[in-house]
Nanobody, 121 residues
Framework: QVQLVESGGGLVQPGGSLRLSCAAS????????MGWYRQAPGKQREVVAA???????NYADSVKGRFTISRDNAKNTVYLQMNSLKSEDTAVYYC???????????????WGQGTQVTVSS
């Protein structure tokens, strides 16, 4: 009933920039947290950045100063602006959101299908 759809991934050269978008749709009462994870081959999925309702952001140390997460509450959309990209940033990036669908529903954890980001010369 809730869907998260990512877009904006692709191939970029080192030092380049890319902007990811994630839009939540369906039956939504409230979104508490929206964020981005990534998973590279042979590695576990890790948190990249998170945006918390009411204000506040958090970033992984590896992307601090290079990535910026932003949120458009009216559109239920979260963005990830990625600058100064490195080869180490190559991974599948997943959108994640904690969403309550109705006033009586529990808070669920939802995932997008992922978008590939490849940083290479």
């Amino acid at each position: 009933q809730v869907q998260l759809v990512e877009s904006g991934g692709g191939l970029v050269q080192p030092g380049g920039s890319l902007r990811l978008s994630c839009a939540a749709s369906g039956t939504i009462f409230s979104i508490y947290v929206m964020g981005w994870y990534r998973q590279a081959p042979g590695k576990q999925r890790e948190v990249v950045a998170a945006s918390i309702s009411g204000g506040g952001t958090n970033y992984a140390d590896s992307v601090k100063g290079r990535f910026t997460i932003s949120r458009d509450n009216a559109k239920n959309t979260v963005y990830l602006q990625m600058n100064s990209l490195k080869s180490e940033d190559t991974a599948v990036y997943y959108c994640n959101a904690k969403i309550r669908r109705t006033s009586s529903d529990y808070t669920g954890n939802y995932w997008g299908q992922g978008t590939q980001v490849t940083v290479s010369s």
